[in-house]
């Protein structure tokens, strides 16, 4: 069941006709490629249909990395949202995770709003899975012109775990980019921030700059 969503999900990708923008993020700890997107399905007039796609594939390999400790890490979120012009930008939303320990099928509800220069994306889900944690996921993009040729490019991302039984560990992450937009290209600053635990928490933080480039 959790490959079967998975791959329905990953056949999709080609559907959606989509730019795609490529982020590499260098740190003083690690450095980090990202490509995130989400499009609507197109229908037969080529209009945007009620069916949108996200697609997230980030991976991150650590300067002190050995043989046995500090590997590389992965994870490829898919998935598809029903987005009625009645639900005001509110959606039922299906996930496909797949990260370096385990797969996870989600299901939830999820909010767009996507217009030329600002983006709010966001996601309340659950896993479908014994045990299961809550995930609340936020992105808030905003790149206003500075010129007629340069925007400002900020973005801010935050994921958050909630485990539904006491023994979990909550995991908080937050993504700071601040920078210019100019034609395809997006540089600047960023700092990615991340804390892990229950009762107490283990904090980790990677400062750095960035380049994205929309294919």
Known sequence: MRKGIFIILICSYGTTKA????????????????????????NNQGENSRWLF?????????????????????????????????????????????LSWGVYPKAGIQYAHVKKDITVFTWLVCETLEHPDLDYFLL?????????KVNLFTQVESVNAFPTVDSGNYNFIQRLRV??????????????????????????????GFIRHEF
């Open 19 to 42: 730019q795609i923008p490529v982020e590499v993020f260098g740190g003083h700890k690690r450095t980090t490629v990202d490509i995130m997107f989400f499009k609507f399905f197109k």
């Open 54 to 98: 996200f697609n997230r594939n980030r991976g991150s390999a650590d300067y002190r990395m050995t043989e046995t400790t500090y590997l590389p890490q992965f994870g490829f979120t898919e998935a598809i949202s029903y987005n009625h012009e009645r639900l005001k930008g509110f959606a039922p939303v299906l996930v496909g995770q797949v």
């Open 140 to 148: 808030f993009r905003y790149s206003p012109k500075l010129s007629d």
């Open 179 to 208: 920078g210019i937009q100019f034609k395809s290209y997006q540089l600047g600053t960023g700092a990615d921030f991340n804390q892990t635990g229950n009762y107490t928490f283990t904090k980790a933080f990677n400062l750095g």
